[in-house]
């Protein structure tokens, strides 16, 4: 609700306090204001341009009815790079392929509303919510113009993070190279998601991670932008996905969801309770994201409670509703999460039409284009895939070249076993590309 709506210049005071009184029980799992209070003490315009953007942002979205206009038209696709930064110390830090795949599927789930728990949401919210119509892609072309998976894995001797309140300073060496880390692709480009551990090594990890708000974009006046701003998000290697072979240690589930938040603080949605934990008094029902659709809450859940209902709403139509446990961007467990709001949607859509425009067009995404925008497709199948090593061509058309590229984009000479098959040498994901006269198609293929 946006009565009184207070932007994050209470969090500090609010939430040091209460992190003294509640040190044992609480931690604060999402670094999203943390981030912006460390971006704004390296810049002082930071938070104000943040904010500038998120009210605008808000006037928009309460501006239209959401509960009638659920409609989405038009399907965003983002191109997603994955930096895998593991320590020598730690392997299990490698995340496999197989997982990175599914935390994809899990986001395109999450973003189009096909996920199967959407059936968890209690009844009284389903006018509020609908699917974003967002949905993602792993790279297919690099910076450089090169094939890519749209997965980089830099093994580091470094640490990042660690500490009761993150170390946002530290945090960010994940995303410099010279610091141990990898280098973000272009961020206008490419939705940059770091994985790796930000909690400096320890045992019981609190933050799961951490996302930058769109500001200290291509609007933005110059000189505002902090050199250390690396935008795109930063996920808790053991937080990360739902078929991770790491646990959470402490027994939390984690079923993806850690990165379906962060990606919507990444677009520009804030929490439902923007005052985290209450503040000093554990109370501040008015100090929430601004939102007229999200219900109002005294701080953010935690847990799956549903009887939970801490602030009395005016939802236009409704009226009062009780905490929505189900929301992404609520504190509460990841089995209990399954929803986005229409007024969320209609931030984040927004944020993709102006802010964040440049990864709908982005050459990330190339391969889409040459697959959509052909009729060589049709003539060319390849099966198995996944396959073992062993790759069947069958086409109508005789008069192509094939050229295939690993992982780094580098072209590999694959074993003929005959003029329809081929075998790749070593498991990994490869592209085939076929050229003809007048037309291009590249396939992944996956060799597990
Ligand atoms: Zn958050």
Known sequence: ???????????????????????????????????????????????????????NLLQKANSTNSVTSKKTPVTYTIPVVFH???????????????????????????????????????AEFLPLVGSADIQFQLACVDTNGNFTTGIVRTETSATFGGGFFPDMASI????????????????????????????????????????????????????????????????????????????????????????THEVGHYLGVRHCAENT??????????????????????????????????????????????????????YSDQDCQNSFTQGQISIMRAVLDNERAGLLTSSGLICLTAVEENNFENSVSIYPNPSHGVINIESDNTNFKLTVYNNLGQEIVPYFLNKTQIQLPTKGIYFLKFSSENETLVKKVVNQ
């Open 1 to 55: 609700m946006r009565d009184i709506f207070k932007l994050s210049t209470v969090f500090c005071l609010a939430t040091c306090l209460s992190y003294t009184v509640n040190a044992q029980q609480i931690s604060d799992q999402c670094g999203f204001n943390h981030a912006i209070e460390y971006q704004n003490s390296l810049n002082p315009n930071y938070k104000e341009q943040a904010d500038n953007i998120y009210r």
């Open 84 to 122: 895998v930064v593991w320590n020598s110390s730690t392997p299990a830090q490698n995340i496999p392929d197989s997982v990175l795949f599914e935390q994809i599927n899990v986001l395109n789930e999450d973003y189009s509303r096909t996920n199967l728990d959407t059936s968890n949401l209690r």
């Open 172 to 259: 960010g060496k994940i995303q410099q190279a010279s610091q141990g880390g990898s280098d973000p692709w272009r961020p206008s480009e490419y939705l940059n998601i770091w994985v790796g551990d930000i909690n400096g090594g320890a045992a019981s990890p609190s933050l799961l991670g951490v996302a930058t708000p769109p500001a200290g974009l291509s609007n933005w006046p110059s000189g505002s932008v902090p050199a250390e701003l690396q935008d795109g998000a930063v996920i808790q290697y053991n937080a990360f996905g739902r078929n991770n072979p790491n646990v959470f240690p402490g027994g939390m589930v984690v079923n993806g969801r850690t990165v």
């Open 277 to 330: 934990f209450g503040g000093i008094l554990g109370s501040i029902c008015g100090d929430d994201d601004g939102l007229n659709d999200t219900p109002n809450c005294d701080q953010s859940a935690q847990g799956c409670d549903i009887a939970r209902n801490s602030c009395t709403d005016t939802i236009p139509g409704i009226g009062d509703l009780p905490d929505m446990v189900e929301n992404y961007m609520d």
